[in-house]
């Protein structure tokens, strides 16, 4: 038995067998193929180099535009790799004579070629390490055909995914029968991968480091979501011990479900707004059903992230249309995409940013890419006269991108009046303040638009320096910082100047204790993930405003994080324990 601990992202308990997925060249599994079979082997092996050829020179055309001719000379010189017949042809020549798959020959060589240059003394060798396993890559997905995600469809049932990382988009295609868990080696709590796990309430631990080493295909494994522990080859007595935690979750779990239906309103009578964040249309009756009273956050994104191609103006209508019948009149925000950084389309993975998270993500990439951003602003204006929604610009930091973005929809609602296609002239617009130099100049902001909502995934990681995804650094990544819960007090205080409301759509607000300070700093609407929704209802049930709003004073007397995340805890264990009561008896 082996115990491996990581940051719990993703409540719950799951008990399995181990599926390793890993991008490592050197773990590509080898088949033995039939002499009568050699020819196809090879002509496979063609067709994927020919494909592989193709997408790159289109890849180099399109970099060239985006980067210039020097920095897109890279993909000339993958090109020149894959033409060089003394790395292909030992390629064909190892499928002929050791009869083995194609995808294994491809594995061998570019292992042994990258052998090779790391071992030449001149560094400039080292650095085209990663163009090999780069373009290995290419050539394999060109082997496996186009439907990258595939192999999370065909798996055993009680799979276990043990990974070094997941994007959103693999977690988003997991076949929700037989995959349990997941568990990778990097990551960080508000990884967007950690989120869509939350979302579909698949337990989940990341950031384990050294799983990779360990796991093989078929281990019996037990993950655990709440601790984050991951072990491998348990012992009937640890089997037996989690079998009866898994029981108690599920009843404390039950318990929650009473207390859905009640409103959400603190014990001295202030109603707070619960809201849920989603990722798929389909979540938005979920999250009414866990209590909330409509969706504060709808991240569209996931429109490009689970699909094969583009989303089209229609794609994105219905989708819309989907949610809007689902929550029934009800609040719901929705937001425009947030691709880039770690959610990123085919298209974008063709041109890796250094800095992505510093990059071209968001609505810079919306302004940058506008027939694709006025397809979605069209299908969001034709979807506004089917029932009330608002529409929210992410990763705001100028007041000119903003300006351009209610211009786009000022200009497509001239377009749609000219065609004499309905939509609600009226629609509310509003912004995630996520980034520190919105949040500063919040007063400037709130002028112009209808609401705020604060997003402390992104404003932690932008106002401490701390990638979000990084598990080296997620030690440092506390929302409890003094720097950030000053700038949250300050975006609440030009909210009410302003008379615009304010909610925090952030991870951090689905936890109690914060949830405690929030509301002590004036927020009265909170946007968490669906099955955080009743915890916090239990909470909101059970303090007084005041009581909140001495807790804030209090927090920000003082000048750690440590010292803030300590003082919370207390004074929420203190003030309701029995919100604490699951977790106590768990963790
Ligand atoms: C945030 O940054 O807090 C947020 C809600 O947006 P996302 O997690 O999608 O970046
Ligand atoms: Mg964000």
Do not use: W
């Amino acid at each position: 038995m082996l115990v491996f601990k990581g940051l719990p992202v993703s409540p719950g308990i799951a008990i399995g067998n181990v599926m390793v997925v890993d991008d490592d060249l050197r773990r590509v599994p080898r088949r033995t193929i039939r002499t009568s079979k050699v020819k196809d082997e090879i002509a496979r092996l063609d067709t994927a180099i020919a494909a592989s050829i193709a997408e790159l020179n289109l890849v180099h055309e399109e970099a060239k535009r985006e980067m210039g001719g020097e920095t897109a000379k890279i993909f000339l010189f993958h090109v020149g790799m894959l033409a060089d017949k003394s790395l292909i042809n030992p390629i064909r020549k190892a499928i002929e004579t050791t009869l083995v798959n194609a995808e294994y020959a491809v594995s061998q060589a570019f292992v042994d070629l990258a052998a090779k240059f790391m071992a030449n003394p001149d560094s400039v060798f080292a650095t085209k390490v990663n163009d090999i396993e780069d373009l290995a890559h290419r050539l394999l997905k060109h082997l496996g055909g186009d439907d990258r995600n595939a192999r999370f469809r065909q798996v055993d049932p009680q799979t276990i995914v043990i990974a070094r990382d997941l994007t959103p988009s693999q977690a988003a295609a997991f076949d929700r029968q037989r995959i349990l868990a997941f568990a990778t080696d990097l990551g960080g709590k508000t990884s967007h991968t950690a989120i869509i796990a939350r979302a579909l309430d698949l337990p989940a631990v990341v950031g384990c480091q050294a799983l990779l080493k360990y796991a093989r295909d078929g281990m019996a494994v037990i993950l655990d979501g709440d601790r984050g522990t991951v072990t491998f080859n348990p012992d009937l007595a640890s089997i037996d011990e989690y079998r009866r935690i898994k029981e108690n979750s599920r009843l404390f779990r039950l318990s929650l479900t009473e207390i859905a239906d009640l409103p959400s309103v603190t014990a001295d009578g202030t109603p707070v707004g619960l809201l849920g964040n989603i990722e798929l249309p389909e979540e938005a009756g979920k999250v009414l059903t866990a209590g909330g009273s409509g969706v504060g956050l709808y991240r569209t994104e996931y429109l490009y992230l689970t699909g094969n191609s583009e989303p089209s103006e229609e794609d994105h209508y219905n989708a819309y249309r989907t949610c809007i019948e689902l929550v029934k009149g009800r609040e719901l925000t929705i937001r425009t995409v947030d691709l880039g950084a770690d959610k990123y389309t085919q298209a974008q993975e063709e041109i890796p940013e250094r800095n992505p998270f510093l990059g071209c993500r968001s609505i810079r990439y919306c302004l940058l890419n506008l027939p694709m951003f006025k397809r979605q602003i069209r299908a969001l204006l034709r979807a506004s006269s089917l029932g009330p929604i608002k529409v929210m610009f992410p990763l705001i930091t100028s007041l000119g991108e903003l300006r351009h973005a209610k211009y786009l929809i000022n200009d497509t609602m001239e377009e749609l009046e000219e065609e004499g296609i309905a939509f609600d002239r009226s629609i509310k617009l509003g912004m995630m303040v996520e980034v520190p130099s919105a949040a500063l100049l919040a007063d400037l902001f709130a002028r112009e638009v209808d609401f705020f909502s604060i997003g402390t995934n992104d404003l932690v990681q932008y106002t401490l320096a701390v990638d979000r995804t990084n598990e080296r650094v997620a030690h440092l990544y506390n929302p409890t910082h003094p720097a950030v819960i000053k700038l949250i007090k300050d975006v609440s205080r030009s909210g009410r100047r302003h008379h615009i409301p304010v909610s925090c759509c952030g991870e951090a607000a689905a936890d109690p204790e914060f949830a405690l300070l929030l509301l002590g700093l004036g927020l009265r609407t909170l946007s968490v993930t669906s099955s955080a929704i009743a915890p916090l209802k239990r909470m909101i049930r059970s303090v007084t405003i005041s009581q909140c709003e001495r807790i804030a004073r209090q927090a920000m007397s003082l000048d750690s994080d440590v010292q803030v995340a300590a003082f919370l805890r207390d004074q929420a264990r203190k003030i309701v324990p029995e919100a604490f009561d699951g977790r106590s008896a768990e963790a």
